[in-house]
């Protein structure tokens, strides 16, 4: 026996042909080299990926504001529900499609017939920088407001709908976070502005006819009395 042969078998163990193990040398030496060179992940490489493809967390799980494991594209993470003790979780904002309040980011709601979230939280404590309105400005400004009668796309033409379009209220009011929806919140507190101004209004009138009813008595008093004389 040659002395090749003697290391040949020193080094392989038993059952293991001189192939199979040079085989396996190779291929370890390959993945080494691959891993070095970038060309090839390691199972630490692997795993981090992995833990990067979990770091946004899914539709509808909880998380924490401000984590860096931050919710997935398409929700946000924001307290659920305006009521009681809200929770925070990877939830849907305004004008999103929703199937259920829990879907929506608090203070908005599914509406029940469009299915998209709307906000209508009106709590004092949740809002900040008031400012005044002037209801008879806000009486002027619906007057000239454009308002129709429509359906939407997805309804039959049967079903018909009333109100201005979400452009020609931004345009005239100037409130809200776009020009494609109407807050519910504007919508009433523009339509309560307006009735304050129209009862001003009436108000007004109705001191001024009490006035002149005055007036008139008074005149038809002074007849009667140049009457007799």
Known sequence: ????????????????????????VLA?????LLIRLGLAEGTSARKKRRRKKKRCRKFGETCTVGSKR????????????S??????????????????DRDCCAPSI???????????LSDRAAKANFGTVDPADMLERVRALPITTWNYRIDDASVRHIGPMAQDFTAVFGVGGDDRTIHPMD???????????????????????????????ALEARCRVAERS
């Open 1 to 24: 026996m040659t002395s090749s042969s003697r290391t040949e078998d020193a080094t392989t163990p038993p059952g293991v042909s001189r192939r199979e193990t040079l085989a396996k």
């Open 187 to 217: 919508g009433q507190g523009v339509a309560l502005a307006a009735i304050q101004g129209l009862a001003a209004q009436v108000a007004a009138l109705q001191g001024e006819q009490q006035r002149l009813l005055e007036q008139i008595a």
């Open 110 to 120: 599914c509406e029940a017939t469009l299915k998209v979230c709307v906000g209508v």
């Open 70 to 81: 931050t919710c997935c594209a398409g929700s946000t993470c924001s307290t659920v529900g």
């Open 83 to 100: 009521d009681g003790a809200p929770e925070t979780f990877c939830c849907l904002g305004n004008s999103e499609t929703c199937q259920q």
């Open 28 to 32: 370890a030496g390959s993945t080494g």
